[in-house]
């Protein structure tokens, strides 16, 4: 049996779009036959023992800590970090290593496997430096920026393969010089096992949250569940509601999650002339999140414009289709990787509460094409975009840096 290590920079039972994508490639892998374990590194800021079990799989933990000036910081880090893998690999002897952005965890992976002879793969699902610069932690072209950015192109140059989440960040790595036959796209996708079925609508949860009308009928829900981050553009989706509301007057807002930018949210929320429309319900647990899905008309993702939702395509509209919601979202480079406006989805101008608005009451106002399009986008994420068909994608990588350790699935070798 194939081992692969994956070097991750967090993991359950910490929560996150991070672990969540990690979960779905650990199981499908197990699935397929390979033994995975997982190591995070100094950033897994999380108690539990040095071996952890969660959800089923195994992680270990780096121990220590850096501190000191940027730069020395980091290769501190990164020192601890590649400590701990080779101890793993010692013990544990991986047929490959499986290293997942950013690059901080591809290059002590890279410094391991080069130590040991062990193939590397190493997948990028973010640019960190422009996640910073969307989260408001970092600024583009600053030092910190550009030393990312040149670590990043000094792992994908030493690694044997190399993963892309999209065509976005495909496409950018090979304006940087990487040769495309080097990079194997691996889209987000969705574990169906645990989104594929949607549950009935709580009547009891909807009016306890103030969806139901006086007659006990269930207003028009627009929802978004996931982290609150500026580039996220909730404050635009909520700037809308009161165009939105002028036009639908039973439309009601339900957000769902927290963040960085959550503070701020209720606050322009409960001064907007729509806030009896618009609801909070803060962070709930992964296993409830599908009672909130049910709730919910049309999922709404309102990113802003930037180098990072242009290249990077988010999770949650996947989850929303596979539940059978319309989606609603910016017309950001992210989004269009994943729906066609008007078929699978309805794009409107991001950085625009009045776009967004009008779309939505477009979309609240003409119903009779809802089914079809349900129906349209849950097929492409079960074309497209179910982990389990798409991690056997992993085997062609596998095999092409170690041929000799993976027996190939006769419907990917065909």
Partial sequence: MTKVLHV????LPLHSGYTFRTRAILKAQEALGIEVRGITGLR???????REEADGLTFHRTRGAADGPVVWREWREISAFADAIDALCEEWQPDILHAHSPALC???????ARKRGIPLVYEIRAFWEDAAVGNGTGRENSLKYRLTRSLENHVVAGADAVVTICSG???DLIARGTPAQRITIMPNGVD???????????NALAAEL?????DGSRAPVLGFIGSFYDYEGLDDLIAAMPMLTAEQPDARLLLVGGGPCAEALRAQAAASPAADAIRFVGRVPHTEVERYYALTDIMVYPRKKSRLTDLVTPLKPLEAMAQGKLVAASDVGGHRELMSDGETGTLFTPDDPAACA??????LQDRSGWEARRQRARAHVLASHDWAFNAQRYQVVYQTVSPHTVALPLSVAA
């Fill in 169 to 171: 960040l495909r496409d």
């Fill in 192 to 202: 169906l096992e645990m989104f594929g079925q949607p549950v009935p609508p709580d």
């Fill in 358 to 363: 009008a779309s939505l009451a477009r979309l």
């Fill in 106 to 112: 591809g290059m002590a992976a890279l410094k391991v």
């Fill in 44 to 50: 897994h800021m999380a108690d539990g023992p040095d």
């Fill in 210 to 214: 103030g969806l139901l009308g006086p």
């Fill in 8 to 11: 991750l920079d967090h993991s």
